[in-house]
């Protein structure tokens, strides 16, 4: 994945360099965690990318066709980083972190916050509270759900895709574009 991310990068440069709008299509649980993906650089390289895609001035289209989590979807121009034009599949579902992962994490804070205190920590209490995160983090992560908190510019059928996406271009022609030159410093 660091690769991918540096690459991506480069790639989001020379577009600027070029003034050609750009063209993010989302499938991505996030960035690899782990400790061998973070020797391999992967924070470096997806903050490169993160900062490739916040300072980039070209017009952006995002497509959220199927998953859309956490830093990956700052790095695929989500929402956050505010795409001229951003749509949804049916299929897509996007948040902060999956509905698992968000879960998990709470488990640990709730383990370490019972251990601290000298309490005895209840998973199988503890089941119902994972239970009721999982649902509630699904339900926020549909296209339809998204879309009614105006998160993107609709939800689209995926054969109507290559339409919308040149009515969205015909849109930004109407405008000069001009790419950024400066991405701030990168560390190496």
């Known amino acids: 994945m660091s690769e991918e991310a540096q690459k991506a990068a480069q790639f989001i440069q020379l577009a600027n360099q070029k003034d050609t709008p750009l063209l993010f299509l989302h499938n991505t649980t996030g960035y690899m965690v782990g400790a061998e993906y973070e020797q391999g650089g992967i924070i470096k390289h997806g903050a490169m990318m993160i900062n490739a895609v916040s300072n980039s001035r070209v017009p952006h289209l995002t497509v959220i066709m199927g998953a859309s989590y956490g830093a990956?979807?700052?790095?695929?121009?989500?929402?956050?980083?505010?795409?001229?034009?951003?749509?949804?599949?049916?299929?897509?579902?996007?948040?902060?972190?999956?509905?698992?992962?968000?879960?998990?994490?709470?488990?640990?804070?709730?383990?370490?916050?019972?251990e601290k205190k000298g309490e005895v920590?209840?998973?199988?209490?503890?089941?119902?509270?994972?239970?009721?995160?999982?649902?509630?983090?699904?339900?926020?992560?549909?296209?339809?759900?998204?879309?009614?908190?105006?998160?993107?510019?609709?939800?689209?059928?995926?054969?109507?895709?290559?339409?919308?996406?040149?009515?969205?271009?015909?849109?930004i022609d109407n405008q000069p574009v001009e790419g950024a030159m400066n991405f701030g410093v990168f560390r190496l």
């Open 121 to 171: 920590f209840d998973a199988e209490e503890f089941r119902g509270v994972r239970e009721m995160v999982e649902s509630m983090v699904e339900a926020q992560s549909l296209p339809y759900f998204l879309s009614g908190m105006v998160y993107d510019d609709g939800v689209i059928d995926p054969r109507d895709t290559r339409t919308v996406l040149g009515i969205c271009l015909s849109v």
């Open 72 to 114: 990956g979807n700052y790095g695929m121009n989500g929402r956050a980083y505010d795409p001229r034009f951003l749509f949804t599949w049916p299929s897509a579902k996007s948040a902060v972190m999956g509905p698992q992962q968000l879960a998990g994490v709470l488990e640990i804070v709730a383990r370490e916050s019972a």
